[in-house]
């Protein structure tokens, strides 16, 4: 089980994000928490100066990969995804989980633009919450980060 961390997130240290084109695509279950989610990376995508912000709205997590996949077809320099699955009573959380965390490294292996996995894996909402801007920061602050990194990846 993941430890409660508060990530080193240091926008400073973070490249420039000018000039560069993202699409965060964004899932509406657990909508207070995803809106928490994109507010935190839209700061720190316009906080580095990325003046291309694209948000596309999926159902649920499940959509994520295939908004991905479309969002793709568009060229841009990175795309992320934002999601927020919660357990509940039946098995539905892992294979939700699984499916996206799949669907989302095969995009990464298949293509050449990084698509960044903001994806929350919660046993309660309050576990949520506190990752979406609360307590223990918000993660979709650093996925912001880590598509402004991989953008500029030179290898
Ligand atoms: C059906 C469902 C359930 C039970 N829980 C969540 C959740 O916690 N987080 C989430 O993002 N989506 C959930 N969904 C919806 C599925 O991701 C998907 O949208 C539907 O199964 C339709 O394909």
Same mark, same amino acid.
């Given at each position: 089980?993941?430890?409660?961390?508060?990530?080193?997130? *240091?926008?400073?240290?973070?490249?420039?994000?000018? @000039?560069?084109? $993202?699409?965060?695509?964004?899932?509406?279950? *657990?909508?207070? $928490?995803?809106? @928490?989610?994109?507010? =935190?990376?839209?700061?720190? !995508?316009?906080?580095?100066?990325?003046?291309?912000?694209?948000?596309?709205?999926?159902?649920?997590?499940?959509?994520?990969?295939? %908004?991905? #996949?479309?969002?793709?077809?568009?060229?841009?320099? /990175?795309?992320? /995804?934002? =999601?927020?699955?919660?357990? %509940?009573?039946? #098995?539905?959380?892992?294979?939700?989980?699984?499916?996206?965390?799949? @669907?989302?490294?095969?995009? *990464?292996?298949? =293509?050449?633009?990084?698509?960044?996995? =903001?994806? !929350?894996?919660?046993?309660?909402?309050?576990?949520? $919450?506190?990752?979406?801007? %609360? #307590?223990? @920061?918000?993660?979709?602050?650093?996925?912001?980060?880590? #598509? $402004?990194?991989?953008?500029?990846?030179?290898?």
């Amino acid at each position: 089980m993941a430890t409660a961390q508060h990530s080193e997130l *240091n926008v400073e240290k973070l490249p420039s994000a000018e @000039g560069l084109r $993202i699409v965060v695509v964004v899932a509406d279950w *657990n909508a207070s $928490i995803t809106e @928490g989610l994109f507010k =935190g990376a839209e700061a720190v !995508l316009q906080q580095k100066g990325c003046t291309a912000i694209e948000r596309v709205s999926v159902p649920g997590s499940f959509e994520l990969v295939f %908004g991905c #996949a479309k969002a793709l077809k568009t060229n841009p320099d /990175a795309v992320i /995804a934002l =999601g927020s699955v919660i357990r %509940g009573e039946t #098995a539905h959380f892992d294979y939700v989980c699984q499916a996206v965390t799949h @669907g989302i490294k095969d995009l *990464n292996v298949l =293509g050449n633009i990084p698509v960044i996995f =903001g994806l !929350l894996t919660d046993d309660t909402q309050q576990q949520a $919450i506190a990752r979406s801007g %609360g #307590a223990l @920061g918000n993660k979709g602050a650093e996925a912001a980060a880590a #598509a $402004i990194q991989m953008a500029k990846l030179s290898i």
